[in-house]
């Protein structure tokens, strides 16, 4: 059985966790024009964008012998927690020979969800998922951590390219990594990689701080939205994401994190959860704003239920809290020089708005 | 006091509640008028450009409201009626969207969450937070609430007995059994599919139904359907839709398809509904795989009534050509 995900995010982890279970994996292509072109093809037409792009990303990966795709689902009342059954229907209807197992939330489909992780366990045993589990995690949590910190270096980098090339070594490292041991040693290194780049000295009034809210799809896979960070950073400015994958895994299965302290601060503008991370991004904001980020992107795909919600919310905290917030959304249509030339003058806006105030 | 109820979304389904509810608490109740080009117009300057039209018309509605002497204007939470189900997020977030984007609401935003498990809404401890706005006591609240009940219950009745929603609010101005009759049509039938907001708002369809039977068609919807004969279908599935009227549409769809109670099946929808777009696709499943044609008409806020009746005969023609060569039997 070959088995296969979709591509969100740092797929190396996905791909790492299956192999140590001794499965064999296909990875489906990073997402590019013609993944977008055949999920709108396959999808209908008012589907939102990370149906259709997840779509196309199915289709590749069953052409490419994907018998098993494993992806998470949800339960409502966002169309998320639908995809996988209208997935299925359509590669069916296709002609492929695939299976999805989607894991629902737990509180609502618990024996579901157990049936599923039994058949995924399969012959290994559970000291192994627990040490296999144990040291994903792991790497994930410092991939995040890595993938944070570049993003506060990148703007000031001394060689253009520098941050980016890093990054892609520190994967590959951890690529390598089976053991803790080995992933202890990954840190170390990737540590002392980003030690021995060159950066500019800037003062922290010159600092510009830009937070990524949205949708968490097109907020995690940078194919698809523009590589929003490393655009930002290429403006010259710092950028952090509302979610990381460590994150979500923290708050959804272990309940850590700073999701709840989050949720508190967006509970003035969207008081239950609706669906999505609608509520947490207003929230994010709010967040942003008080820990001092000049400006916020908002992502969100076009049409998007819950987040249409929080757009019409977001002009009133922007007025409330003084923090400039830019919505950009995000569809199959891919032509980036609209949105590159918004968020440029956007960060235009910024600066000289905050060069006038320290003046 | 004088409450307004936005003649818009959900109005079409649990008027019937509402009023009876605020009445019994000596509260007047004001509608927003039916929804015309301007009220379109001035939901459509202050929502955001890509949100769905019922939204949009809705806004317009509240404006309207806002203009005239009501103390509050009436947005409740839909939040979930069902267990497992919900509402669209946009119905959940509806009286945050309100209250942060309409401009000079402030304190005339009269709202409560309806979470309950039952779909007559009448769970009094969810209209305990309005008793200080309102000045009315729990004891109250609660006999208000049997009195909505009361009102929907016979509301639901007279739909099942086979009239629309519009002719059911009619049929409960009269005392029981003066109502007229339900609209008995032989010959063609047709499966009206869509939210209650947009085939009920004559704006939005363009009074599709009376089209319909003037072309001598007879209209079966969702809600002429009991709720076992709704959960026939989709009881079996392994995951279910889980927005509650999408549910009911599909449930209807479904027991129309499958038992071939129509000839065709027409689904009315509002460009940009999320829900619709899942909808749609199944619904169009299940007309292949059971022959029986069907037809999506999509409406925005800038449509001509021309397209509409031009397609609805067309596909009226199409039936009846096809009865005449097949005999109703599929092909």
């Given at each position: 059985?070959k088995?296969?995900?979709p591509?969100?995010?740092n ?8 192999e140590?279970f ?7 292509p990073r997402?590019?024009q ?15 964008f990370p149906y259709?792009m997840l779509?196309?990303n199915?289709i590749?990966a069953?052409?490419r012998?994907?018998?098993i ?12 927690g639908f995809?996988?059954e209208?997935?299925e229907?359509t ?5 492929f ?6 894991f629902d939330?737990?509180r609502?489909d618990l024996?579901?969800d157990?049936s ?5 366990k ?5 000291r ?10 792991r790497?994930l949590?410092d991939?995040?951590y890595f993938d944070?910190?570049i993003h506060?270096m990148m703007p000031?980098?001394v060689v ?5 090339k890093a990054?892609?070594e520190i994967?590959k490292?951890y690529?390598?990594c089976?053991?803790?041991k ?10 002392e990689?980003l030690?021995s780049i ?12 830009i937070?990524?809210?949205g949708e968490?799809f ?5 194919s ?7 655009t930002l950073c290429?403006?010259?400015c710092?950028?952090?994401?509302s979610?990381y994958l460590?994150e ?8 850590k994190g700073?999701?709840?302290e989050?949720?508190?601060m967006g ?6 959860i ?5 509520k947490?991004?207003?929230?994010h904001?709010?967040?942003y704003?008080?820990r001092?980020f ?5 992502l969100m795909?076009f ?8 757009q019409?919310v977001i002009p009133k905290?922007?007025?409330t809290y ?5 919505t ?5 249509q891919?032509g ?5 030339t918004r968020?440029?003058?956007?960060v235009d ?9 320290s003046a | 006091m004088k409450?307004?109820?936005?003649r818009a979304l959900?109005?079409y389904y649990?008027s019937?509640?509402w009023?009876s509810?605020f009445e019994?608490?000596?509260v007047?109740?004001?509608?927003s008028g039916?929804?015309?080009?301007k ?9 955001v450009p ?5 939204i949009?018309?809705f ?7 806002l203009n005239?002497?009501?103390d ?7 939040a979930?009626?069902e267990?497992?189900?919900?509402f669209?997020p946009k119905?959940?977030?509806?009286p945050?969207?309100?209250?942060h984007?309409i401009?000079d609401?402030?304190?005339r935003l009269l709202t409560?969450d309806?979470?309950?498990?039952s779909e007559?809404?009448a769970t009094?401890e969810m209209y305990?937070?309005?008793?200080d ?8 609240i609660?006999?208000a609430c049997?009195a909505?009940a009361?009102?929907?219950?016979r509301?639901l009745k007279l739909?099942?007995e086979?009239?629309t ?7 409960l101005k009269?005392?029981d059994?003066?109502a007229k009759p339900p609209?008995?049509i ?5 499966g009206l599919l ?5 085939v009920?708002?004559e704006f939005?369809?363009m ?5 319909l039977r003037?072309?001598?068609v007879?209209?079966?919807t969702f809600?002429?359907?009991?709720r076992?004969e709704?959960?026939?279908y ?7 839709l ?12 479904y027991?129309?398809f ?5 000839d065709?099946?027409i ?11 899942f ?9 292949e795989?059971s ?12 449509t001509?009534?021309n ?5 609805v005969?067309?596909f009226v023609?199409?039936?009846k050509?096809?009865n005449?060569t097949?005999?109703g039997?599929s092909l």
């Amino acid at each position: 059985m070959k088995y296969s995900f979709p591509y969100l995010g740092n797929v190396m982890v996905y791909k790492k966790i299956f192999e140590m279970f001794d499965y064999e994996v296909v990875v489906p292509p990073r997402p590019t024009q013609k993944t977008i072109d055949l999920g709108t093809k396959y999808s209908p037409e008012f589907a939102c964008f990370p149906y259709k792009m997840l779509m196309g990303n199915y289709i590749e990966a069953c052409e490419r012998g994907a018998q098993i795709i494993v992806s998470s689902g949800g339960h409502g009342p966002c169309r998320a927690g639908f995809y996988g059954e209208l997935h299925e229907r359509t590669l069916r209807q296709m002609g492929f020979d695939v299976e999805l197992i989607i894991f629902d939330s737990i509180r609502r489909d618990l024996w579901g969800d157990l049936s599923k992780f039994f058949r995924l366990k399969g012959k290994n045993s559970f000291r192994k998922i627990i040490s296999a589990t144990r040291i994903v995690l792991r790497m994930l949590k410092d991939l995040d951590y890595f993938d944070k910190k570049i993003h506060t270096m990148m703007p000031y980098e001394v060689v253009k390219g520098s941050f980016v090339k890093a990054f892609e070594e520190i994967t590959k490292n951890y690529e390598k990594c089976w053991t803790m041991k080995e992933t202890v040693k990954a840190f170390e290194m990737g540590e002392e990689l980003l030690r021995s780049i060159e950066i500019e000295k800037v003062e922290e009034r010159d600092r510009i701080r830009i937070g990524v809210v949205g949708e968490i799809f097109v907020v995690i896979e940078s194919s698809i939205n523009m590589d929003i960070e490393n655009t930002l950073c290429s403006f010259g400015c710092e950028a952090e994401r509302s979610q990381y994958l460590g994150e979500w895994v923290d708050h959804n299965f272990f309940g850590k994190g700073r999701e709840k302290e989050i949720l508190k601060m967006g509970e003035d503008y969207i008081k239950i959860i609706i669906g999505g991370h609608a509520k947490q991004n207003v929230g994010h904001i709010v967040d942003y704003s008080k820990r001092g980020f000049d400006g916020v992107v908002h992502l969100m795909p076009f049409a998007c239920l819950p987040e249409l919600v929080s757009q019409s919310v977001i002009p009133k905290i922007s007025e409330t809290y003084g923090i400039p917030v830019l919505t950009l959304a995000i569809d199959e249509q891919t032509g980036k020089a609209n949105n590159m030339t918004r968020i440029e003058a956007f960060v235009d806006l910024i600066r000289n708005s905050k060069r006038r105030a320290s003046a | 006091m004088k409450i307004g109820i936005p003649r818009a979304l959900l109005h079409y389904y649990y008027s019937p509640f509402w009023v009876s509810f605020f009445e019994e608490l000596g509260v007047e109740v004001v509608f927003s008028g039916s929804t015309d080009k301007k009220t379109v117009d001035l939901g459509v300057g202050i929502s955001v450009p890509e949100i769905c039209v019922p939204i949009k018309i809705f806004n317009g509605h509240v404006l309207k409201l806002l203009n005239t002497d009501v103390d509050y204007v009436f947005i409740p939470r839909m939040a979930s009626i069902e267990k497992g189900k919900y509402f669209c997020p946009k119905f959940m977030g509806l009286p945050d969207m309100a209250k942060h984007s309409i401009p000079d609401i402030g304190g005339r935003l009269l709202t409560m969450d309806v979470q309950t498990r039952s779909e007559n809404i009448a769970t009094p401890e969810m209209y305990y937070s309005l008793a200080d706005r309102l000045g009315v006591s729990e004891k109250q609240i609660r006999l208000a609430c049997k009195a909505g009940a009361r009102n929907f219950k016979r509301f639901l009745k007279l739909c099942i007995e086979g009239r629309t929603v519009s002719e059911a609010f009619e049929a409960l101005k009269v005392p029981d059994g003066q109502a007229k009759p339900p609209v008995k049509i032989d010959g063609l039938k047709i499966g009206l599919l869509g939210y209650v907001y947009d085939v009920y708002d004559e704006f939005v369809s363009m009074d599709v139904t009376g089209r319909l039977r003037q072309l001598g068609v007879g209209v079966l919807t969702f809600e002429m359907l009991s709720r076992q004969e709704l959960s026939r279908y989709v009881r079996k599935m392994k995951k279910s839709l889980f927005w509650t009227f999408s549910d009911k549409l599909l449930g209807a769809a479904y027991k129309m398809f499958r038992e071939r109670t129509v000839d065709g099946v027409i689904h009315v929808t509002a460009f940009g509904c999320g829900p619709d777009s899942f909808l749609g696709k199944l619904l169009e499943i299940e007309s292949e795989d059971s022959g029986i044609p069907f037809m999506t008409v999509r409406i925005d806020e800038h449509t001509g009534e021309n397209h509409l009746q031009t397609r609805v005969e067309a596909f009226v023609d199409m039936l009846k050509r096809r009865n005449r060569t097949t005999g109703g039997e599929s092909l």
